[in-house]
């Protein structure tokens, strides 16, 4: 009688681990989890990523159990909500909110379905208001939005620092400009003039419209009652989406929860829908570090 080996128990766990995980339903998850643990949302407190990475090193057994994701939910919402709303962006919201349609998902009869359906429509509900937000700000249709943010972002600078659009110095000369306005917050407001470069000047509404159009794209075809081959759409709008922008702005927790997102929506057939989904997060984490490398 042979004995079983000391680290039979731990492989037991490790070969579960990988077999939920490497579903749709555990890929969606364990994305889910692991940025929470990473880049939990602003103003939780540390019991969110404590309780996120309990989940990931249970993942089998804590997939659909509703009392993990009411848990989850309730505690990342109490930190969030009581945190100062000006000190917020989107994706902080959007985290709370995909937290909780697990747990509606956890409740649900079918869960899967639930789950899927929930995604589609934060996935359109986000990006239809960023659309008409954009749709009604004429600082960003006639490009001045991204005029300046191009020439006062460090990060979101990077790229036209890559291409040549822009000048490393000039955007350090402009934020030091700003600094007295971040620094004195009871100082008077008044307008601070930046320097722009000639191509940021004349690429910045192109970008503002191509932007709007992408976002246009992701609402439409998540909102849309799509059916058979036409669901592709979906996939395709986002995709090119996060590709275009996410390897410029530091954010990539944001585009790991829009991967989750569609993934529980997605038609694509197993594995090809995890391999794609996964290919393109990692396609705009690499493409964001290689910036990072070349603009300095």
Excluded: C
Excluded at 45 to 69: E, K, N, Y
Excluded at 230 to 245: G, H, P, Y
Excluded at 258 to 281: E, F, K
């Amino acid at each position: 009688m042979t004995e079983a080996p000391a680290n039979a128990p731990l492989r037991h766990h490790l070969d579960a681990f990988v077999s939920a995980a490497a579903a749709p339903y555990g890929l969606v998850v364990a994305l889910t989890l692991t940025t929470t643990v990473t880049h939990p949302p602003r103003g939780a407190s540390v019991l969110t990523p404590v309780l996120a990475g309990v989940g990931v090193v249970l993942l089998p057994r804590i997939q659909r159990d509703r009392r993990f994701w009411a848990l989850l939910t309730a505690v990342t919402a109490i930190g969030v909500f009581s945190h100062p709303l000006v000190d917020l962006d989107n994706h902080h919201f959007l985290h709370v909110y995909w937290l909780l349609a697990l747990t509606l998902a956890a409740l649900a009869r079918d869960p899967a379905v639930t789950l899927a359906r929930a995604g589609r429509l934060l996935i359109g509900g986000l990006f239809l208001f960023a659309t008409l937000w954009k749709v009604v700000s004429p600082d960003f249709t006639d490009g001045s939005f991204l005029t300046f943010t191009l020439s006062v972002d460090p990060n979101v600078a990077r790229a036209p620092l890559v291409l040549g659009w822009q000048d490393a110095e000039l955007v350090e000369a402009n934020r030091d400009a700003l600094a007295p306005l971040h620094l004195d917050p009871t100082s008077e407001v008044a307008p601070v003039p930046i320097s722009v470069t000639p191509t940021v000047a004349r690429m910045a509404a192109p970008l503002s419209w191509l932007t709007l159009v992408l976002e246009a794209a992701v609402a439409l075809t998540f909102l849309l009652p799509l059916r058979g081959a036409w669901t592709r759409w979906r996939e395709a709008s986002l995709f090119a989406f996060l590709l275009v922008t996410y390897p410029a702005l530091p954010v990539l927790s944001f585009a790991a929860l829009l991967i989750a997102m569609s993934l529980a929506n997605t038609d694509l057939p197993a594995p090809r829908a995890q391999v794609l989904h996964l290919g393109v997060l990692l396609a705009a984490g690499l493409a964001g570090q290689a910036l990072r490398l070349l603009a300095g």
